[in-house]
């Protein structure tokens, strides 16, 4: 479908909006693309091409939502649609006691594109299956592999928003990422682990991929999952922990994005996600971390996946504090519900996992400044202590206050120094109690970004984008806990 | 054929439903003959859904989608490749052909690559609900008005959901597979809590193919009183202690052990039952069974590949028997793939239905086992499960929504919530009673009929405080 077919359509959704009296409308036209390279055990097991067109409506009407969708993109459908949209608003205000009021936002045209060197998309599919393959042949040179994975993955977003306000935004914008598992099998003892390697997902093309050299970091991660699969377990007891960024990208994602959802903290997630324990009577006065703790969310760093330019409320991109210097400042917000906390600018972080979702409060790229010194420097000031980098498993309450969390791979600390791996190490906390006990962050340039695409939220379910940014940091007295059964 | 469902000539704004069955054989056609592969695989998906989403005792999301998704595997020998798409007209179905064609041409032989099914034989299962099929927006905000009102009589905040679809799916392969099947589903679930700054809570929820049966009026009812319940929590110290689980709070233990039963794990030694096919797994009182065609479960006549849904036996009296077998899998060791075990029932039942009659294996009711509870903790519901040692299946998770002290045969004070730590290969093996199976929702598993159980020395590993 062409942008002059796009527009028409835009049009007619205005036309029929504008004619129904609603207080505010919108339509996104989304066509995504995607494609998906999987390996597994030697083999390519699944190529996809996935091609999701379609679009939405949103209106608000007597103080209430209405927000219908469809994938078929006819006239009489856009029509219907539209119509859908404004009768479901009629009905959703029945029961309004408390009127959606938006705030303000200047009126919007403009374009957002992704740069990249190279498109993924243009990338032949024989340079991708190569590639895996080849991987997978490096994780099975190392004995006791039992099995690998490799994939890339590639997504291609074209977008039209138009509102009833007058914006008009128009966004093609690329992400992409790669990872790698190897999984060893220790045989004598029945256990079996994994090691992983991912690049970040970010807004960026293929060179990624090329730039993560996965061929040179094969050997590594087998040998690392091997190592892992026989290492010793971590005693319990209290340990300092020094977190590398790809692991904090997960505990400032759970335990300090989620908190900071304004409509968390409101109450709309309350039946699912959950709520928040940093209610907004605690905004400007919340001890949330130490003086070294400083989380900013910041919207406008180029190739970050929440840096869209703007969101789908068409409220332009913005960076700011949510914790400064330990004290909690800010929420993420749209807006819906800015206003409802005396704000007058919503902070754009309303988005929507695809055409067919209506846009909910998402989590900004929220990350961790860096402080001073290097990793060799943090660690050098342990005496008992456990490093741990990547992602597994994770749990948290439903207020973001009790935590657990794995980590793909652990060394333990002694007076110091790195010494051998462990396994099975998992720590758990109370968020400010933890956030209070970082005594340390490295410099800039130990800085990494990592993200998520499959954050979930909302009813029906959505899975959200985001990157968070940290260096290394050092926390002190953690409760570790051992990851097994009865333990 | 008319593959534009805006031209069916209905007038009405929720549109005029999915794909018929002689329109998707229609549409089948012309995609396996658009193909230029040896084998072609087509799916087809089509359907209305929509959720009404209320908090703070108004409705805060209102929503309805159409959505068309269609895939198309094309292989030549060996080699495969997919691709999809979100209409089915004709240009659309062109593009997606040949797209997975120039994917499959492209890609290297996959050894482990399957050609689509021969024709199957399908139960006739009842998937559709003519009061979901004709519910809409009009009626999920009635039934959201009723839970909202019922909060707001007791000075709670009611938040929830209520949603419905209408869908179809349909197969088609040039083997001469043939499946189609329209499917409802409704859920309801609600959360009422109490005024602001409270931490009282309590929730309730169902799942239905009718949505007439989501009993929204009851479930509130059983939210509010465990909301009421909440109003002054206690904390206690973590650590091991009898457990009654409600079934909802099963559930978080049995999904995650049906999701491993995974056979190619289980021959890669990656799976915590290698060596225990055969063997106890959980409580010799305990029977897992798939029962596909019991009208409050959610079982599907075929599954992805269009294999048939077929009432099977996994864990029989505690003995693992059953693993599910990818149709690879199953031919390397000479066995029948399995469907997927999507209408899980466990029960102290044997196979055949029979009711529990081996010694020790009686049922009890809820009341039953808390009256028979000197000091314990009853649990409504789980969250946020995770593996956390995929070897032993140990997990972790949180409990929420209505967590209360037993004392001396009684619910007592309600509790701060607490996080656990446990295999269900460690936890149903400490089975003291158990229940006739009755729903079990959560927001984290799929329908099943489970007991509420009663587990000795569950193991509580901290409190999320006050």
Redesign the interface.
């Known amino acids: 479908m062409s942008r002059h077919d796009w527009d028409e359509k835009a049009d007619l959704v205005l036309q029929r909006l504008h004619a129904a009296g609603v207080e505010y409308g919108d339509l996104r036209i989304v066509d995504s693309t995607s494609q998906a390279v999987h390996g597994q055990?030697r083999?390519?097991?699944?190529?996809?091409?996935?091609?999701?067109?379609?679009f939405?409506v949103r209106a608000l009407v007597g103080g209430?939502?209405?927000?219908?969708?469809?994938?078929?993109?006819?006239a009489?459908?856009v029509l219907?649609?539209t119509?859908?949209a404004v009768?479901?608003?009629k009905?959703?205000a029945?029961?309004?006691?408390?009127r959606v009021r938006l705030c303000e936002e200047p009126v919007h045209t403009d374009a957002v594109v992704t740069t990249c060197r190279t498109n993924p998309f243009e990338v032949?599919?024989?340079t991708k299956?190569t590639l895996l393959?080849e991987v997978m042949e490096y994780l099975h040179r190392q004995p006791g592999i039992?099995?690998s994975s490799a994939q890339l993955w590639a997504r291609r977003d074209r977008k039209l928003f138009v509102s009833t306000e007058g914006s008009r935004l128009q966004f093609d914008l690329i992400a992409s990422q790669g990872e790698i598992t190897a999984?060893a099998?220790d045989?004598r003892t029945?256990?079996?682990a994994s090691r992983s390697f991912s690049t970040p997902y970010l807004r960026t093309g293929y060179e990624l991929i090329e730039d993560a050299n996965f061929l040179r970091e094969a050997p590594r991660v087998a040998a690392q999952a091997v190592e892992k699969v026989s290492a010793p377990q971590a005693e319990p007891g209290v340990y300092d922990l020094v977190l590398d960024p790809e692991h904090l990208s997960l505990t400032i994602h759970e335990s300090c994005g989620h908190p900071s959802e304004l409509d968390r903290a409101?109450?709309?997630?309350?039946?699912?996600a959950?709520t928040s324990f940093l209610t907004p009577d605690k905004l400007g006065r919340f001890r949330y971390g130490s003086s070294h703790v400083n989380l900013i969310a910041d919207n406008t760093e180029p190739e970050t996946l929440a840096a869209t330019g703007y969101d789908d409320d068409g409220v332009a991109c913005q960076r700011w504090d949510i914790v400064r210097q330990g004290l909690f400042v800010g929420y993420c917000t749209n807006r819906e519900v800015a206003p409802k906390i005396g704000q007058t600018r919503s902070r754009g972080s309303n988005r929507a996992d695809s055409w067919?979702?209506?846009p909910?409060v998402r989590i900004a790229n929220i990350g961790l400044e860096p402080g001073r010194g290097t990793l060799d420097d943090l660690i050098a000031d342990v005496r008992r202590g456990i490093y741990i980098e990547g992602h597994d498993?994770?749990?948290?309450?439903?207020?973001r206050?009790?935590f657990?969390f794995?980590g793909d791979a652990f060394w333990l600390i002694e007076n110091g120094r790195r010494t051998h791996m462990l396994q099975?190490v998992?720590y758990?906390g109370?968020t400010p109690e933890f956030w209070g006990s970082c005594d340390g962050v490295a410099d800039p340039s130990h800085r990494r970004r990592f993200g998520f695409i499959t954050c979930g939220k909302?009813?029906?379910g959505q899975s959200g984008w985001m990157t968070h940014a940290a260096a290394h940091a050092r926390f002190r007295n953690v409760?570790v806990?051992t990851?097994?059964?009865?333990? | 054929m008319n593959p534009?469902?805006?031209?069916r000539g209905s007038s009405s704004?929720?549109?005029s439903g999915p794909i018929g069955r002689e329109e998707f054989r229609r549409l089948a056609e012309i995609v396996l003959k658009l193909s230029p592969g040896q084998r072609t695989f087509f799916v087809l998906h089509d359907g209305d859904?929509g959720?009404?989403?209320?908090?703070?005792?108004?409705?805060?999301?209102?929503?309805?989608?159409?959505?068309?998704?269609l895939a198309v595997t094309v292989a030549f020998g060996q080699q495969?490749?997919?691709?999809?798409?979100?209409?089915f007209g004709e240009e659309t179905l062109r593009d997606?052909v040949q797209?997975?064609a120039q994917?499959a041409r492209?890609?290297?032989p996959?050894?482990?690559y399957m050609p689509p099914l021969q024709p199957q034989d399908y139960p006739p299962l009842s998937t559709v609900r003519e009061d979901t099929v004709g519910a809409g927006?009009?009626r999920r905000?009635a039934l959201?008005?009723e839970a909202?009102e019922l909060c707001k009589s007791e000075h709670l905040?009611a938040?929830?959901?209520v949603?419905s679809s209408f869908k179809v799916v349909g197969l088609a392969a040039n083997t001469g597979l043939f499946a189609y099947e329209p499917r409802t589903e409704s859920k309801f679930?609600?959360?009422a809590?109490g005024a602001a700054g409270s931490r009282a809570?309590g929730?309730a929820a169902n799942v239905h193919r009718s949505i007439e049966q989501l009993q929204v009026v009851e479930r509130t009812r059983t939210a509010i009183e465990k909301a009421k319940r909440s109003v002054e929590l206690r904390e206690i110290p973590a650590g091991r202690y009898t457990v009654i689980l409600e079934p909802a709070a099963v559930a978080g233990l049995i999904g995650p052990l049906v999701w491993m039963l995974d056979a190619k794990s289980y021959y890669?030694?990656?799976s915590p039952f290698?060596?225990k096919v055969g063997r106890a797994i959980i409580d010799r009182r305990l029977t897992l069974q798939n029962r596909p065609e019991h009208e409050d479960l959610l079982g599907d006549g075929f599954n992805g590949e269009g294999l048939p849904a077929s009432e099977m036996t996994w864990i029989e009296h505690g003995v693992l028997r059953q693993l599910r077998y990818d149709r690879y899998t199953a031919q390397e060791h000479h066995v029948y793939p399995t469907p997927a075990l999507d209408a899980p029932y466990l029960s102290a039942e044997s196979p055949s239905h029979e009711p529990a009659s081996a010694p020790g294996s009686s049922v009890s009711t809820l009341d039953e086992l808390i009256a028979g509870t000197e000091r314990g903790i009853l649990v409504t519901n789980f969250?946020?499960?995770?593996?956390?040692?995929?070897?032993?299946?140990?997990l972790?998770?949180?409990t929420?929504d209505g967590t209360f002290l037993i004392e001396d045969g009684r619910v007592g004070s309600a509790l701060v919530?607490f996080?656990w730590?446990?295999?269900p290969?460690?936890a149903l093996l400490q089975v003291d009673g158990l229940t006739a199976p009755a729903d079990a929702v959560s927001?984290e598993n799929w329908k099943m009929k489970l007991p509420a159980l009663k587990l000795r020395d569950f193991?509580f590993?901290?409190?999320?405080?006050l």
């Open positions: 055990d083999r390519i097991a699944t190529v996809q091409d996935s091609r999701d067109v379609g939405g209430a939502w209405g927000f219908a969708a469809s994938s078929v993109m006819t009489g459908e219907r649609i119509n859908l009768e479901i608003a009905g959703s029945q029961l309004a006691t408390d032949p599919l024989e299956t393959q039992a099995r999984t099998v045989h029945g256990r079996f409101l109450g709309y997630e309350a039946n699912y959950g067919g979702s209506v909910i498993s994770f749990s948290i309450d439903q207020r206050y009790n657990q794995g099975d998992i758990h109370i909302g009813q029906p409760n806990i990851g097994k059964a009865g333990a | 534009d469902p805006s031209e704004l929720v549109g859904s959720t009404t989403r209320f908090a703070n005792n108004q409705i805060v999301q209102n929503v309805h989608t159409r959505r068309v998704s495969h490749g997919t691709a999809t798409a979100t209409d997606v797209r997975a994917i492209l890609s290297p996959d050894p482990e927006p009009t905000i959201a008005r909202i905040t938040a929830g959901i949603s679930s609600v959360t809590m809570s929730w890669k030694g990656t290698v060596g969250w946020y499960i995770r593996t956390v040692n995929p070897t032993d299946l140990t972790t998770g949180m929420r919530d996080r730590h446990e295999s290969l460690r927001n193991n590993s901290s409190v999320s405080r």
